[in-house]
Nanobody, 127 residues
Framework: QVLLVESGGGLVQPGGSLRLSCAAS????????TGWFRQAPGKEREGVSC???????????YYADSVKGRFTISRDNAANTVYLQMNSLKPEDTAVYYC?????????????????WGQGTQVTVSS
């Protein structure tokens, strides 16, 4: 059974940090592109960061402009997990964060490119 489980969300003050985890079971995550997405109340789900599979000829990562320099996506292949390190958090980062996988993703980091999704983890940035 293919399963993605996000964890690491919570309540943090502005300027704080969180590390989200996306743990996979039933398949080897490193062979798939993985993306982090978020959805705030009343807004559409948006791409935050995407990373290609290790088989991809393009090893670049994608970051939304709003998180560049603050968020970092990474893999731990031994743990079959992709992380999203989030630093200098802002109230506007508050959302439910989802991870998703598929064989590849396009030039952006779009929800339509990903077919397998986790259940999400809530991130709230507030003083």
């Amino acid at each position: 059974q293919v399963l993605l489980v996000e964890s690491g969300g919570g309540l943090v003050q502005p300027g704080g940090s969180l590390r989200l985890s996306c743990a996979a079971s039933g398949f080897t995550l490193e062979y798939y592109a993985t993306g982090w997405f978020r959805q705030a109340p009343g807004k559409e789900r948006e791409g935050v960061s995407c990373i290609s599979s290790i088989n991809s000829s393009d090893t670049s990562t994608y970051y939304a402009d709003s998180v560049k320099g603050r968020f970092t996506i990474s893999r731990d292949n031994a743990a079959n997990t992709v992380y999203l390190q989030m630093n200098s958090l802002k109230p506007e980062d508050t959302a439910v964060y989802y991870c998703a996988t598929d064989e590849a993703y396009g030039s952006g980091c779009y929800t339509a490119d990903f077919g397998s999704w986790g259940q999400g983890t809530q991130v709230t940035v507030s003083s």
